[in-house]
Nanobody, 117 residues
């Protein structure tokens, strides 16, 4: 069974940085990985994704500020968040899928990020 566990959330002032981590319980070198977020009253949105081959994609709202990267040796995916804004406040979730043609089938429990103004 694939399990994901996020860490690294917290409270930070606007302009600050946080790094989220997501540990995956199985070797995931051929998995696609992603970070999503959700705020109360809003739908979940994709923040960033990284394919097995390393190609990345970002939501327009975070381009140039966030970086997703993976360490296949440690089965961990990261989200480096810089220049944080209050509108980045959300619950952040990591997700995985074992094929680019599948839906995101594996999810973590989430970690909360709060950016104060």
């Amino acid at each position: 069974q694939v399990q994901l566990e996020e860490s690294g959330g917290g409270l930070v002032q606007a302009g600050g940085s946080l790094r989220l981590s997501c540990a995956v319980s199985v070797p995931f070198s051929y998995y696609s990985l992603g970070w999503f977020r959700r705020t109360p009253g809003k739908q979940r949105e994709v923040v960033a994704t990284i394919a097995a081959g390393g190609s990345t994609d970002y939501a327009d709202s975070v381009k140039g500020r966030f970086t997703i990267f993976r360490d296949n040796a440690k089965n961990t995916v990261f989200l480096q968040m810089n220049s944080l804004k209050p509108e980045d406040t959300a619950d952040y979730y990591c997700a995985a899928k074992n094929s680019p043609f599948n839906t995101w089938g594996y999810w973590g429990q989430g970690t909360q990020v709060t950016v104060s103004s």
